[in-house]
Nanobody, 125 residues
Framework: QVQLVESGGGLVQPGGSLRLSCAASGSIFSLNAMGWYRQAPGKQRELVATITRGGSTNYVDSVKGRFTISRDNAKNTAYLQMNSLKPEDTAVYYC???????????????????WGQGTLVTVSS
């Protein structure tokens, strides 16, 4: 009913930049908090950044000052601008969204958490 599609991953040198996009589509009545998570090889998935519908943001300490999460509510899209990338940033990055799905009638609405399929970011010289 709702899909999240990530794009923008790839191979980048240390110190470089990438911009990830997460586009939500489907029967979305409301797209609420969104976030980016990542999972490196052999490690647990961790929260990287979150953003509310109103634009309030939070970041894990390791990316503060380097990453910026943003969103365009008109396009149902979230972004993650990643600057000064380090090898330890290498991971599969996943988009997450809290949504209310359904049609125009309130009786059709329900809360749904949605995950994207992930996009690989590799930081290497």
């Amino acid at each position: 009913q709702v899909q999240l599609v990530e794009s923008g991953g790839g191979l980048v040198q240390p110190g470089g930049s990438l911009r990830l996009s997460c586009a939500a589509s489907g029967s979305i009545f409301s797209l609420n908090a969104m976030g980016w998570y990542r999972q490196a090889p052999g490690k647990q998935r961790e929260l990287v950044a979150t953003i509310t519908r109103g634009g309030s943001t939070n970041y894990v300490d390791s990316v503060k000052g380097r990453f910026t999460i943003s969103r365009d509510n008109a396009k149902n899209t979230a972004y993650l601008q990643m600057n000064s990338l380090k090898p330890e940033d290498t991971a599969v990055y996943y988009c997450h969204a809290d949504t209310v799905v359904g049609g125009t009638h309130p009786g059709t609405h329900r809360f749904l958490e949605v995950w994207g399929q992930g996009t690989l970011v590799t930081v290497s010289s």
